[in-house]
């Protein structure tokens, strides 16, 4: 995948706008790249709890064994690793959701809506978001392909997913993972970990493995991020020498 050069969106806003809206801009620039790596370190992370989980406690025994099976000290180990892994779970869905509104302010900020000659243009502060700032793109013939690209990660099924997910454990309650175990050979993993089927805003989202969602919405954000910082410089260098 082409790379998106931040250092050259910098310079094009300083060129275009100036320092002051440059110092404006560069925080969700920054953030983008924080939050995505945000979320790959707890994702690692759940990997390396299951892992030291397994060899200290599991090994090659049935989980049931480990629950029930009288010994507290592994059934501690248990309940330890499903807390660490609740709280890393989370957090990547809620870094990967953020993704999309940092981006709108990113793309609002690089292109100068927010620069004090646009003050009538101006989305007041906490209206936003992806949504408001797709319909703002839409109105300007040079950003129909940036809108279309942010339009499309916010509706990709994937997003909706994430999104209702992360909705859902912060304004109502967490919806906590669970640990499956197969032995009938039929899946690659003998442990795995998935989100429980949940409700929100009167729709149904279905159970989850970790890889079926963690992964592919991961990669859906990155690619969005790195497609528009590429439109984006893609304009402003026309305006730079």
């Not at 032995?183 to 149904?204: D, I, M, Q, S, V």
């Amino acid at each position: 995948m082409t790379q998106w050069s931040v250092i050259d969106t910098k310079k094009y806003v300083e060129f275009q706008f100036g320092q002051e809206h440059l110092d404006l801009t560069a925080p969700s620039l920054h953030s983008l790249d924080q939050r995505l790596r945000y979320a790959q370190y707890h994702y690692q992370e759940i990997e390396r709890i299951q892992a030291a989980f397994t060899e200290t406690h599991l090994g090659t025994d049935p989980l049931l064994v480990v629950i029930y099976g009288g010994d507290e000290t592994r059934r501690w180990g248990f309940e330890v690793m499903m807390i660490e892994v609740g709280a890393h779970a989370t957090a990547c869905i809620l870094s990967i959701h953020a993704i999309a509104d940092i981006l709108a302010q990113a793309i609002y900020n690089v292109l100068g809506y927010s620069h004090a000659e646009n003050e009538r243009q101006a989305l007041h502060e906490r209206k936003i978001n992806a949504y408001s700032v797709t319909r703002l793109l839409k109105q300007n013939r040079m950003y129909q392909k940036i809108a279309e690209k942010l339009a499309d990660f916010c509706d990709d099924a994937q997003y909706k997913y994430v999104a209702a997910l992360a909705n859902r454990s912060k304004h109502h309650s967490i919806v906590r993972p669970q640990l499956s175990e197969d032995w009938t050979g039929k899946r690659t993993a003998l442990h795995e970990f998935h989100f429980p089927a949940f409700r929100y805003n009167n729709k149904e989202f279905p159970e989850l493995s970790f890889s079926e969602v963690l992964e592919p919405s991961y990669s859906l954000a990155s690619h969005a991020v790195v497609e528009i910082g590429i439109m984006l410089n893609e304009i402003l260098a026309k305006h730079h020498p």
